[in-house]
T-cell receptor, first 114, second 113 residues
Framework: ETGVTQSPTHLIKTRGQQVTLRCSSQ?????VSWYQQALGQGPQFIFQ???????GRGNFPPRFSGLQFPNYSSELNVNALELDDSALYLC?????????????FGPGTRLTVT | SQQGEEDPQALSIQEGENATMNCSYK?????LQWYRQNSGRGLVHLIL?????REKHSGRLRVTLDTSKKSSSLLITASRAADTASYFC?????????????FGTGTLLAVQP
């Protein structure tokens, strides 16, 4: 148990729809990162939030957006879903940004876009 | 894009044998971490090795890092059926303003009882 939770566990959406995935970080962790993991691949960095501000972004289009709240929870929003968005979405929290701080991953949300 | 590549892509061994997985990466790093993932679920942190370290041990795990070759290896000794999982290396790039991790493609380890 990492103390990081995600909801929902599984989700099926239709192409063109919008989806919101949620993550609850470990208490006291002010940094949360989101990753997308396609089947058979390693996770790919979407973006990171530090103290409620975006602090770095991977190679993902603007229709991927996020929010981080003061209570250590965060959201990943994806608009205009495409079939290729089908993947496992992982959030990870850490105590601080930068340096060698361990990241604690949640169990993930599996999104299927049909 | 993936930073690193794990080798082999898949490995099948008998319980009690040792398993060795290798990881190569492309850019200078702060540290390299190994994670385990069971059946497409969340990642479990195994071990972190800093760029100025060459070897690190944790229980049955031994990790080496060769920054001149941009490579790392993970050795699991006396493997158990419960070690069956996918294993990923991940690097934290030097000079980054985030602790963004760049993952490799993973090694699927199957330990036969």
């Amino acid at each position: 148990e990492t103390g990081v939770t995600q909801s929902p566990t599984h989700l099926i959406k239709t192409r063109g729809q919008q989806v919101t995935l949620r993550c609850s970080s470990q208490s006291g962790h002010n940094t949360v990162s989101w990753y997308q993991q396609a089947l058979g691949q390693g996770p790919q960095f979407i973006f990171q939030y530090y103290r409620e501000e975006e602090n770095g972004r991977g190679n993902f289009p603007p229709r991927f957006s996020g929010l981080q709240f003061p209570n250590y929870s965060s959201e990943l929003n994806v608009n205009a879903l495409e079939l290729d968005d089908s993947a496992l979405y992982l959030c990870a929290s850490s105590l601080q940004v930068g340096g060698s701080y361990e990241q604690y991953f949640g169990p993930g949300t599996r999104l299927t876009v049909t | 894009s993936q930073q690193g590549e794990e080798d082999p892509q898949a490995l099948s061994i008998q319980e009690g044998e040792n398993a060795t997985m290798n990881c190569s990466y492309k850019t200078s790093i702060n540290n390299l971490q190994w994670y385990r993932q069971n059946s497409g679920r969340g990642l479990v942190h195994l071990i972190l090795i800093r760029s100025n370290e060459r070897e690190k041990h944790s229980g049955r795990l031994r990790v080496t890092l060769d920054t001149s070759k941009k490579s790392s290896s993970l050795l699991i000794t006396a493997s158990r059926a419960a070690d069956t999982a996918s294993y990923f290396c991940a690097t934290d790039s030097l000079g980054g303003a985030t602790n963004k991790l760049i993952f490799g493609t993973g090694t699927l380890l199957a330990v036969q009882p």
